[in-house]
């Protein structure tokens, strides 16, 4: 849900049925009655084998597009509900597209933008004949070869903590870390770890907060790693607060949060979100002690927004990435706040 990806230069676009079409013209070397080679608009003859020499499709850049098309970057401005809806309905069509075919004998590397073949095939200029072939054709009309690199193709773009999985023993740095939130004030409770391999998603030793601090409440429930608790923690107690003091003479009571750790991509593309990690949190708002509601949106009062900046500000260099309003549409209602490591360590704020 951050920045979109980059298009795959990796597909090339050589038209798939050129060598198919040549092995198929060597076979039907039996002479027959003159047939003029025009394009035949009848359907197949029942029982006969046509070949499905495609030049339309062949042609077809298809993969850039299709991929533009599903997997160039989202406008919907979506919560992440819907978003893990539109992930699963992906990954479905992917397993129906994946379908293995009885005849597959080239694979391609081509990709998942390949349509089914329509019922009819559209025959097209060369129809080879309707004498016996040389040999014995199967009895069911061969199929275009499907593609085993489908699934693939829609893979997450991997990233290495996909691997990471629990130890037996808790590492020194994660007890550590619970330390460090206790003496903050944090209320958590510890989490089984959570894992998906075939999205990539993978938090070993998540938490789940209870508060983010002594007087400062979070929820609904929060699951995060360590680091990103402690971070969250900080912000709310070190700035979050004296922010709201400064321009409500308020508290902070507590922050609401939309998302934390969830196994998906990011909107509209094939990374893998930092929220796939526990290692991000979105706020969509805050509740002060005199019971005022700040809510994060394009449009907020304007002592809100004054608060609402000041907060966002600040926010660019505890975390490495901040996201909100303006930033794409995704982000109009809540601040996206994550520890994705990036080299230098670099910001990343819109
Ligand atoms: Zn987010």
């Not at 098309?69 to 992917?94: C, H, I, Y």
């Not at 129809?127 to 054709?137: A, M, N």
Request: glycine share 6%; with cysteine; aromatic share 4%.
């Amino acid at each position: 849900m951050e920045q979109p990806l980059t298009q795959r230069a990796d597909q090339p676009l050589k038209p798939r049925n050129k060598h198919r079409l040549k092995a198929r013209g060597k076979r039907h070397t039996v002479p027959k009655q003159a047939e003029p080679k025009t394009p035949d608009p009848q359907p197949p003859v029942a029982g006969v084998p046509v070949p499905e020499a495609r030049p339309a499709k062949a042609q077809k850049a298809d993969v850039p597009i299709e991929e533009q098309k599903t997997e160039g970057p989202k406008t919907s401005g979506a919560p992440n509900r819907s978003n893990d809806n539109r992930f699963n309905e992906e990954k479905s069509r992917q397993k129906k597209q994946a379908r293995p075919e009885p005849s597959a004998p080239e694979p391609s590397t081509n990709t998942e933008s390949e349509p089914e073949p329509p019922a009819v095939v559209p025959v097209p200029t060369q129809r080879p004949d309707v004498t016996k072939p040389e040999v014995e054709p199967p009895v069911v009309a061969p199929q275009p070869p499907e593609k085993p690199a489908d699934a693939d193709d829609k893979k997450m773009l991997p990233d290495p903590r996909s691997a990471d999985l629990p130890d037996a023993k808790m590492p020194a740095e994660e007890v550590a870390c619970r330390e460090r939130l206790t003496a903050l004030g944090v209320e958590f409770e510890e989490h089984k770890a959570e894992s998906n391999p075939d999205i990539g998603c993978s938090i070993p030793y998540p938490l789940v907060l209870k508060s983010l601090g002594k007087s400062i409440a979070i929820g609904p429930a929060t699951e995060l790693n360590c680091p990103m608790a402690e971070a969250a923690a900080r912000f709310a107690a070190n700035v979050i607060q004296p922010a709201a003091k400064a321009e409500f003479g308020a508290d902070l009571k507590s922050i609401n949060q939309a998302s934390a750790f969830v196994c998906r991509p990011r909107n509209g593309t094939r990374k893998l979100s930092e929220h796939a990690f526990g290692n991000a949190l979105d706020i969509a708002s805050f509740t002060l002690s005199d019971g005022r509601k700040i809510e994060v949106g394009p449009t907020p009062p304007e002592k809100d927004a004054k608060f609402l900046n000041a907060v966002r500000k600040a926010a660019c260099g505890p975390f490495k990435t901040v996201l909100g309003p303006g930033a794409d549409p995704d982000h109009a209602l809540h601040f996206h706040l994550d520890l994705e490591p990036r080299r230098h360590g670099g910001t990343f704020c819109q």
